[in-house]
């Protein structure tokens, strides 16, 4: 297929010698106007790839903080439909940083595959990752996605072997997204020692840069882990940092955009400085 | 809907994709897949080793207590005056339900897979008490999830799970009812996938889950067609059960599938009316999507975001429905028609009164279809009811609806 922006975006970083720092956030938490300043944050703050997070009603693969973003997403009017058009309302002011939209399959199945594709490439949306489409469904999203020249980004998770691995890695493109261990978005970070040891396993099989994601919150986790992976992926972070200011009567302890920049600032400082940790 | 072509038989699925025509799959995270395949490969030995069915063969007889006995309903036959109506007593077996029969099956598959914890769903709690049954038989512990609002109007059978040893797990998001169960339960099951076997209680999920609970609950159609043969001589006219996500019901309709001459009703929880959103008919109101692994008629709104729904019946409150049944359902092999909540409440009493038998709420919406039809039905036809529990665990919310404090 065709190059896509994760692709250009992945040649220069690796050009440069740092990890990408790819970040995650709920489209439409807690409402549209504010998900959308936060997301020119992300961009602004130095986030080298955004995941634009689909709502979904049941979020199997997700801890309660993403579960709870869902929810207040959905509650504030949030759908597929505006979640393109979030996507492309960022594009006015950024034609470069990636989008990939992240989330699960049955909203893309009832808005109509075909009719999906279309407008989320008119939206500029570059990359899907879509939790609860394995391999073996591939003929349902990924492969008329790929087609679409809009790349699919498949999980490789502990339990992907050297056997299975070839199978998930067949129509991956863009990158692929390592989850750091079994579990849901949000739990403790697992030894990077055995991180990095799959990083190295996945890259034996493919050329694709290998990101890392599921635990990283800090800075020093990002450089850590950036150490040895082409990106590090940020969410649950994220999405605490605009849960935590947003007071129980709805009420605005901070600006929520403010509190993720300051977050993803000190992040996309950990990435840079995550070669030099690995040459340490 | 274009309807798919009629097969020549409708005992064949699934493919070896899991498929059910466009039903079923394995719609589930990189994570579990590997589980799920090797699940897949153990379960394909195991029904075809002559030790592990008769291991499940004693155990049912001795433990369980099958074959359940195909009862001749006469009180409630003489009440409504039509067809003869056999009860399926299901609520007869060990634990008061259907679900032991494939709690047996597939505890044994755990202990073949070496797995050492279990973990499982439930709505009304049957599949719950099942589930920590055989846990206990077989010394390993369980955890069960149950949604918080079900664990409030279904305790006598949460202290029962307490005593047979397992750890309930409330869980209070969405409506804290049965999806939300088994939400939890696969976060569960993706966060511990080395030693846990997820024993789900009904025929859905990813493949091979329907077909293997399929084959567990089969007993139930294959000893009611022998016994009817034997008892009247002939096969049934009508057979029905209620559908929540429809283990019961596939488990007596699957023998029957190829008896052109048999009609098949499953029943879906009406709730208080098909016209909002309180019911839980996803083969009448809702529209093929994506859940819990496989695809099925689900109630859910134009975006795509799952609903709650309603039902009286804890066991018939989930917004989906198994993979074979929505396949069944556009064959046009078995109609799904919907009872009411207040429907279901007087077929309780009705046949608690004329029968001397209480049913499980569930059963209740399959007694209430033939409490419709039967009168209108020749003295010499033939309706089989699955009875696929008994009613003890709902006293409390058929009173509370009666308005009696007890």
């Keep these: 297929m065709t190059e896509t922006r994760i692709d250009r975006r992945m040649g220069k970083l690796k050009a440069e010698g740092r990890p990408a720092l790819v970040t995650y956030f709920m489209g439409g938490d807690p409402d549209y106007d504010t998900s959308l300043s936060i997301m020119k944050a992300l961009g602004r703050s130095g986030a080298d790839i955004i995941e634009l997070g689909m709502p979904f009603s049941d979020p199997m693969a997700d801890g309660p903080a993403i579960q709870a973003a869902g929810l207040r997403s959905l509650k504030g009017g949030q759908t597929l439909v505006r979640t393109l058009q979030m996507a492309a309302d960022f594009r006015k002011d950024d034609d470069e940083t990636p989008i990939v939209l992240m989330g699960y399959y049955n909203p893309i199945y009832i808005y109509g595959v075909e009719r999906f594709l279309t407008d989320a490439k008119a939206s500029g949306i570059d990359g899907l990752i879509v939790v609860d489409l394995p391999p073996e469904m591939d003929e349902e999203l990924c492969v008329p996605a790929l087609r679409a020249g809009i790349n699919f980004i498949r999980l490789a998770t502990p339990t992907t072997d050297d056997k299975r691995l070839p199978k998930v890695l067949q129509n991956t493109s863009g990158f692929v997204y390592y989850v750091s261990m079994t579990g849901i978005t949000g739990s403790a970070l697992a030894d990077t020692g055995k991180v990095a040891e799959a990083v190295r396993r996945i890259k034996q099989h493919t050329d694709l840069p290998v990101c890392v994601g599921f635990g990283v919150k800090t800075a020093e986790q990002a450089r850590t882990i950036g150490a040895s992976a082409d990106g590090v992926v940020v969410g649950t972070a994220i999405v605490n940092a605009v849960a935590n200011v947003l007071g129980p009567d709805g009420r605005r302890t901070a600006d929520p955009a403010e509190a993720v920049a300051t977050l993803v600032s000190g992040l996309a400082q950990g990435v840079r400085q995550a070669r030099l940790a690995a040459a340490e | ?406």
């Design chain 2, 1 to 406: 809907m274009n309807k798919p072509a009629m097969p020549n038989s409708f005992r064949t699925g699934p493919d070896e994709q899991g498929m059910f025509g466009i039903f079923g799959g394995r719609f589930v995270a990189e994570t579990l897949m590997p589980l799920i395949l090797d699940l897949e490969e153990k379960w394909n030995e195991a029904k075809t080793d002559p030790a592990f069915r008769a291991e499940l063969q004693a155990l049912s007889t001795f433990y369980a207590g099958r074959p359940s006995k195909l009862y001749f309903a006469e009180g409630l036959t003489r009440h409504l005056g039509g067809a003869k109506i056999y009860f399926k007593r299901e609520d007869l077996n060990h634990t008061g339900s259907h679900k032991i029969n494939n709690c047996l099956g597939q505890i044994l598959l755990a202990k073949r897979m070496g797995k050492t914890r279990i973990i499982a769903e439930t709505g009304a709690g049957q599949h719950g008490v099942a589930s920590a049954t055989v846990a206990a038989r077989f010394g390993l512990p369980c955890v069960v999830y149950m949604g918080a609002t079900d664990v409030a109007r279904q305790s006598p059978n949460v202290f029962r799970m307490k005593l047979l040893g397992a750890e309930v797990k409330p869980v209070s998001a969405g409506h804290g009812t049965l999806k939300d169960a088994m939400n939890e339960a696969l976060r569960d099951w993706v966060t511990n996938v080395e030693d846990t076997y997820y024993l789900i209680g009904t025929a859905a999920g990813p493949h091979p889950y329907p077909e293997m609970v399929r084959e567990f609950q089969s007993p139930i159609g294959t000893e009611a067609r022998a016994q009817i043969l034997e008892q009247e001589g002939r096969l049934p006219d009508v057979i029905i059960a209620a559908v929540g996500g429809g283990s019961n019901a596939i488990g007596l309709f699957h023998p029957f599938l190829d008896d052109k001459d048999v009609r098949i009703v499953g029943i879906e929880a009406g709730g208080r009316g098909l016209d909002g959103i309180e019911h839980c008919a996803s083969m009448n109101a809702g529209r093929p999507g994506v859940l819990h692994g496989n695809r099925t008629y689900l109630l859910q709104n134009e975006d795509g975001q799952i609903l709650d729904g309603h039902s009286i019946s804890a066991g018939l409150d989930y917004p989906g429905v198994g993979p074979e049944h929505s396949w069944l359902r556009d064959t046009g092999r078995v109609d799904y028609v919907p009872v009411l909540d207040d429907e279901a409440l007087e077929a309780f009493q009705l046949c608690t009164r004329t029968e001397g038998i209480i049913p499980a709420l569930e059963s209740a919406h399959a007694i209430a279809h033939a409490v419709k039809i039967a009168p209108s039905m020749g003295k010499d036809e033939v309706i089989i009811v699955n009875l696929s529990g008994r009613g003890d665990k709902d006293v409390h919310t058929v009173a509370s609806m009666m308005g009696m404090e007890i």
